[in-house]
């Protein structure tokens, strides 16, 4: 579990993880995430041998503030989502640390059922400290997981800081879960984030919540019906109670809803093409900016640049200009 570090014993074999073996599959999970330079080379042979695999399974995305029930969400929806006959991998992405240990703990005894059955993998990350470092791997993950046969993914992440602008950008479908009797503003949300949401989950629809979660609904509901949504698919809002199991099958529906609607209109493929190379453009900069981090030769000249940039005889513009000409040797 120790995914930062990322040391990998024995590289795992491409054909180990096709064959559906979990164990395989972590180890797989552990080198894609190992921040290590020398992994990097062996971890994208893996995933290129991986990536004919993938594309299969539906990608959901969950965020949501802490203790808004996602974890329970995703336990009660998981699991029937396995009485049906799907297999089920689940990625939780931690900012929060920068360890996995604590998060994964935590998050397996709120899916007793999930951490127990053969039909689902969970796997907890943690964001990293860098910068754009929020869920950067795991994109690769969620398509190891799908070489590995799981056919639907669920990507969790606190609704809390860039991790979920990251999720959006590899699901889809985005779902937002929101509780309620909490304004959004309470809850940490910004409007950009419920713009994205292709479904609006009001959680906790029970017991005395069960009043406030109907008009959280309609408040919601209201928010989205002022931007329609891009492509042919309305967003939606639901309530549901993961105690009680009310709302789930709706929500199943909705998702299935989704699938066809995207699929007919050849939507699904232009999205999964545009979000792909978005991608590649998120990790042009991180592997950009990791270059300019580690290139020892270039650091003196950067202090210094930073120095007059402090000093505000350089402007940041011009100092930036400078840096990136030495970086590409363009410079004496
Ligand atoms: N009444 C009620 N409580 C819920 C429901 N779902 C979650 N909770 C409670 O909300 C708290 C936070 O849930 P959790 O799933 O850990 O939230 P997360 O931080 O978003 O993953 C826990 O105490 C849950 O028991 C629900 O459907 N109804
Ligand atoms: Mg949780």
């Known amino acids: 579990m120790t995914g930062s570090k990322g040391t990998a014993d024995r590289a795992p074999s491409a054909d180990a993880v096709l064959a559906g073996d979990r164990r395989a599959l972590a180890a797989a999970i552990t080198l894609l995430e190992s921040t290590r330079e020398a992994d990097r080379a062996e971890a994208e042979a893996l995933l290129q041998a991986l990536l004919p695999h993938s594309g299969k399974a539906v990608r959901l ?38 360890r996995s240990g604590g998060s994964i703990l935590g998050d397996k005894t709120r899916m007793p059922e999930l951490a127990r059955s053969e039909q689902s993998f969970i796997r907890a990350s943690p964001a990293g400290g860098t910068l754009g470092g929020v869920a950067r791997r795991t994109r690769d993950v969620m398509l190891a997981c799908e070489a590995a046969g799981f ?8 609704g809390v800081g860039q991790s979920e602008a990251a999720v959006a950008d590899m699901v889809d479908l985005y779902m937002l879960l929101v509780q309620p009797g909490a304004g959004d503003e309470l809850q940490g949300i910004k409007r950009g984030v419920v713009e994205r949401a292709d479904i609006v989950v009001v959680t906790k629809a029970d017991g005395a919540l069960a009043g406030p979660a109907a008009h959280a609904t309609a408040d919601f509901e209201a928010a ?71 290139d020892e030769r270039l650091a003196p000249a950067v202090d210094a640049l930073e120095a007059e940039v402090a000093a505000g005889t350089l402007t940041p513009g011009a100092a930036a200009r400078r840096i990136v000409r030495r970086l590409l040797g363009r410079d004496a």
Do not use: N
């Open 151 to 158: 056919d639907l993914v669920m990507v969790e992440t606190v």
């Open 224 to 294: 989205l019906s002022l931007h329609a949504g891009e492509g042919p698919w309305t967003p939606c809002v639901i309530a549901c109670s993961s105690l009680e199991g009310h709302g789930l099958d709706e929500i199943a529906h909705a998702v299935e809803r989704h699938r066809a609607v995207l699929t007919q209109a050849g939507a699904l493929e232009a999205k999964r093409a545009a979000q792909a190379r978005a991608w590649l453009w998120r990790e042009a900069e991180d592997t950009l900016m990791a270059t300019l981090r580690a």
């Open 61 to 98: 995305g969950i965020s949501g503030a802490p203790g808004v029930g996602k974890s329970t969400f995703i336990e009660a929806f998981g699991t029937r989502q396995i009485a049906a006959g799907r297999r089920l991998a689940v990625l939780a992405i931690d900012p929060s640390s920068t």
